[in-house]
């Protein structure tokens, strides 16, 4: 069973920091892209970033040079640094990874950045 397991959200003020984590199991990690999508309230999901097997990264323009996503193949651990939060980066975040023909969600975990 794929199970991905989200840690880090909470509420930080505008101008702060978070590090979300994502613990995955049940699948070859090391051969998964992985990924980070958000959705802000009353809006839908959409994409933040991706990291490759081999370690290439993609962002999301509003993202770029804020957020870094990283990998850990030896601990199966995706993660997000996200600095200079806006209030606008507020959303449930979600763990995400893609192989052999199939997507798996983590449950989301809330980030709110507000003073």
């Known amino acids: 069973q794929v199970q991905l397991v989200e840690s880090g959200g909470g509420l930080v003020q505008p101008g702060g920091s978070l590090r979300l984590s994502c613990t995955a199991s049940g699948i070859n990690f090391s051969n998964y892209v992985m990924g980070w999508y958000r959705q802000p309230p009353g809006k839908q999901r959409e994409f933040v970033a991706t990291i490759t097997p081999g370690g290439n990264t993609n962002y999301a323009g509003s993202m770029k040079g804020r957020f870094t996503i990283s990998r850990d193949n030896t601990k199966n651990t995706v993660s997000l640094q996200m600095n200079s939060l806006k209030p606008e980066d507020t959303a449930v975040y979600y763990c995400?990874?893609?192989?052999?023909?199939?997507?798996?969600w983590g449950q989301g975990t809330q980030v709110t950045v507000s003073s």
């Open positions: 995400y990874s893609r192989g052999l023909g199939r997507a798996y």
